[in-house]
């Protein structure tokens, strides 16, 4: 009698797909990540809405913007890490947002790789810049002589 | 000639009920299209769409419909059915776009004028027509351990338990494995890693059982990053679910709970 009268079902057979889920990590990083979004949601929403406030409702609201106001701003520690904080949580916050979003819609490993590097290259390009200015920026750089603003002194 | 004594019939009740008191009546009949899908692997690698046209009774479910299609018009209509009164999980399907159970869903409760779109749930990989692979479905549920551990000395009798204690996991005992939360979720369908609502549901129950001691091993296990973090809060699976459990609410209580064990 042979052994294999009856045919398996598709799922033990040969040509059937394997049903392998992916290896345990182990680690939290998910956790803190899912954390990391609540979290920083909750600042973000106390920054930004300052940030609004404070440009385009106090004293003489969006008409006192200009080079001068945002020379002015970075003049004080304050809005430099008031702005370096917003800076840093909306770029993660975004990044990790859009880093989900692949994960969820991109179905083959190779387009979730690539995706996901050009997200944390562009993500990273951007910090260092934004970070760079708000600690770096002289509104009346040493040597300039045209296009200064009027509160500069021109040697 | 002899005269032939006829036998009256009996009335079909005893008690005459006036016209305007309606009594049961005639059960209303109405014509319903099924347009299912149909999947066949042994004659094309391609599905397709085939529609059904039958006389069906107020009284009756979806699969009474398709139960008439394979019995009077179709044998070969292939789908899974079992208890076929929303207790056993076998006939959940994807109709007129929506998880349900076909035992459960009544005909006069869709749109009757359009066909009845009845296609398998996403998602899973289809072996025919209606019937789904479920192996994927069950390797997450059998890896959240759904069974009670318990390290204590085996009592000689049942393990009691409060009645707040059971009440705090009531609601995830009802389900029935019948996968139309998991095949509802978007992130399920990307590539099945994720663990699925189903399998969640199932190591809540456990996970919030006084009486077991392994917890903190699922908890673990769905720290994974295919696990309870990959859940959006679509609330899908809560809309699936026939058994009506509040499935995004137990996921985000296994949450909680892994957030309390870490921080």
Redesign the interface.
Known sequence: MSTNAIASPRSDSAQSPKYTRSKSSGSSFEMFAWLFMRLSGVILIVLIFGHLFVNLMVGEGIHAIDFGFVAGKWADPFWQVWDLAMLWLAMLHGTNGVRTIINDYAERAGTRLTLKTVLFIASAVIIVLGTLVIFTFDPCPPGAVIDLPSFCTVP | MSTVETELPEPASKIELPAHLGGGGEIPTFDVTLRVRRYNPEVSEESTWENFTMTMYGTDRVLDALHKVKWEQDGSLTFRRSCAHGVCGSDAMRINGRNRLACKTLLKDLDTSKPITVEPIKGL?V?KDLIV?M??FF??FR?VMPFLVNRGHEPAKERLQSAEDRERFDDTTKCILCAACTSSC??FW????YFGPAAIVNAHRFIFDSRDDAGDMRLE?L?????V??C?TTFNCTEACPRGIQITQAIAEV?QA??GR?I
């Open positions: 990989p072996e692979d192996e994927p390797q997450s890896e978007p992130v990307t590539d099945g890693q296990i720290n994974d990053k295919e696990g973090w990959r959006r949450k892994i957030l870490s």
